[in-house]
């Protein structure tokens, strides 16, 4: 499959998965319901939908294993292109702080144990060419279903369209990609 085609089908994810999300959302009724993982990939014999236990994300381990688990499948199974939908926590920091905090050299805060975190829906596509991603905030509404903000780009590191994103989830699928083509 030639460049121009695979980012196609990249952005063709994005676009599922975003309507995916938001068709889900629609149908929530209570205020703790929540977005499930969501993997979908894309090799020249068609498109597969993984679906994930939502125990595996209990622990670090559990976690860490998905992840290599699904890098796995998608080298195995030749997926040119995948999909992502992640809940997530996130909080966003300035950039002196940031570089204070990478001189520092212990590392960030984990999003999770924040008192400034935010929770996000976070829609990843990828292929061996790069990663984009959009991003929506996830609201929490007193005796109502929660629902999302507006989506938007992740920041563009890389060039138009393109984006650097780094992630327990992504960083293996990374190295599974790089063998496709």
Not at 29 to 39: A, L
Not at 67 to 82: I, P, R, T
Not at 93 to 118: C, F, M, V, Y
Request: hydrophobic share 35%.
């Amino acid at each position: 499959m030639n460049r121009t085609r695979t980012i196609q089908v990249r952005k063709d994810l994005i676009k599922m998965m975003r309507e995916s999300a938001e068709y889900i959302g629609r149908d929530f009724t209570e205020p703790d319901d929540d977005w499930i993982f969501v993997m979908m990939g894309y090799s020249p014999d068609g498109a597969r939908v993984i679906g994930v236990d939502p125990a595996m994300f209990d622990t670090e381990e559990g976690k860490d294993r998905l992840a290599e688990a699904l890098a796995a499948f998608a080298q195995e199974n030749g997926f040119v292109a995948y999909g992502m939908v992640i809940s997530m926590w996130y909080y966003e920091i300035g950039k002196e702080t940031a570089d204070a905090l990478d001189r520092a050299g212990k590392g960030w805060p984990k999003a999770s144990q924040s008192p400034n975190r935010k929770e996000g829906l976070l829609i990843i596509g990828a292929d061996r060419f790069g990663e984009e991603g959009i991003s929506a905030d996830i609201i929490r509404h007193e005796g109502k279903p929660p629902t999302l903000t507006e989506w938007k780009p992740m920041p563009n590191d890389d060039g138009p369209g393109e984006s650097h994103i780094e992630g327990r989830f992504v960083e293996p699928m990374r190295r599974a990609l790089r063998h496709q083509g």
